[in-house]
């Protein structure tokens, strides 16, 4: 076994124990397991939130993505326009959530419009739409050692000691256990891609001054926006449906972390900084564009900067690499995890008894984990069409979120029911069948846009529906049905 692979292993038992020593003493209910009894102060806060940035996509994706399209990989400005937004709409957030004991987005959409249905959709189309991005930090784990070792038993083997580590520490501490290794997972990650945006420009390239020097005199294309699937038109749109879809937190696994904040000053504070924060994704672009110059017609562009740190670092700096990548996929499935079971537990079965619930949310940690690993192992394909829903499909909640929000909901459940179903169908005909009618136009902004149009006609409906008087408001006798 290489140094390389002992050093990967070694990082996943770490991280594995980091995510036990989070737990203070057992959990007394749901509330304490999934949000910390919303007692986390501004550290912990900072490390979950700003931890949800960096998943297996972030870490390797971003390097493929500005290998393939160049500067389009800087859509990125999406994070900290959302963040800007949430400023603003944390403290009502928080808030309602505080005084109203909610947990999750289901809760959310129960409360506001006072509709256990609009709930359980909300909370299905969340589980449906993140149990892709779950499969794919644990089938990225896998990947990541495979890339490096060149042996797919060792992958698989990373897949099954990491899922059995998450599920084991997300089940004794919660969402305690994943603000703990948040914190060593954003260590060991940020000082990895400052060593990789040093060493690899300067070892292929001369620095990165040169590199881009040579990549505008070689592939001028690639520093702008250029034609193809990712021209201005998607760049855009993908950043605006990104946009709403962050800042109106439409993705289910956010709303535990915010919810287990101390108070709303915590998270205005760390929404004054993380945009900052954020520029660290631009990291991994530099080994992306590094690889433009190196890598010719690479068969995946997830494993350019894996393939480059195996040429530039000795084994034992690549084991920590290895480490760094795969806490990106450990840590976000943990939260994925809270966020799912929670949705399940509270907003599908709908279980009562605080006992039955707990057990029901244990439950689905499970069988969550275990559905995904054996995906993952078995049919990695299965689940990777219904990724393409996870953000253009989620956005969809976004009217129906920031519609609560106001402190007199002005539509009530049809329409907002109405408008998420017409914004779904249309989201999935034009991924799955359709797929060149939007051209390159991100699908889930057309979608947004008929659900938008659908909600404004059915709560008009409804308004006028409300508002025609009686028969006997109006003096008119009432008609016999003889």
Known sequence: MNTALVIAFAGILLIGMLGFLGRRRPAADLSEWTVGGRRLGAASMWFLQAGELFTTFTFLGMAGLAYTGGVAAMYVPYVPIANMVLFFLVRRLWSIGKERGLLTQGD????????????????????????????????????????????????????????????????????????????????????????????????????????????????????????????????????????????????????????????????????????????????????????????????????????????????????????????????????????????????????????????TNHATVVIACGLALVLGLTRPDLLANLLLLTFSGSVQLAPANGLGLLRRVPVGKVPILCGIAVGELVVIWLTFVDKTAAGTVNVGLIGLAANLVVLALAAAVERVSVRRPSPAETGEPHKSMA
């Open 108 to 359: 959310f959409l129960t409360d506001r419009y006072k509709s256990p249905m609009l709930g359980t959709v909300g909370a299905i189309l969340g589980v449906v739409f993140v149990l892709p991005y779950l499969q794919l930090q644990i089938t990225g784990l896998g990947l990541i050692v495979r890339l490096v070792t060149g042996d797919g038993a060792s992958g698989t083997w990373s897949m099954v000691i990491g899922c059995l580590l998450v599920v084991a520490f997300v089940l004794w501490a919660g969402m305690r256990g994943v603000a703990t290794t948040s914190y060593f997972k954003d260590a060991i990650m940020l000082v990895v891609l400052v060593v990789l945006i040093v060493a690899i420009p300067a070892h292929f390239t001369g620095g990165i001054s040169e590199m881009f020097h040579r990549i505008d005199q070689l592939h001028p294309e690639m520093l702008h926006i250029h034609a193809g699937p990712n021209d201005h038109t998607w760049f855009f749109t993908s950043m605006l449906v990104s946009a709403l879809g962050v800042a109106f937190m439409c993705l289910p696994h956010t709303w535990p972390a915010l919810m287990s904040a101390r108070d709303p000053q915590v998270m205005r504070r760390n929404y004054t900084w993380l945009p900052l924060y954020e520029m660290c994704l631009l990291m991994p672009m530099v080994v992306g564009f590094a690889a433009i110059l190196v890598i010719h017609n690479a068969k995946d562009p997830n494993a350019v900067l894996l393939t480059l740190t195996k040429d530039v670092l000795p084994p034992w700096a690549l084991g920590l690499v290895l480490v760094a990548a795969i806490a990106t996929a450990m840590v976000p499935a943990a939260g994925i995890l809270i966020g799912v079971s929670s949705l399940v537990a509270r907003n599908i079965v709908r279980t009562r008894n605080e006992r039955a619930q707990f057990l």
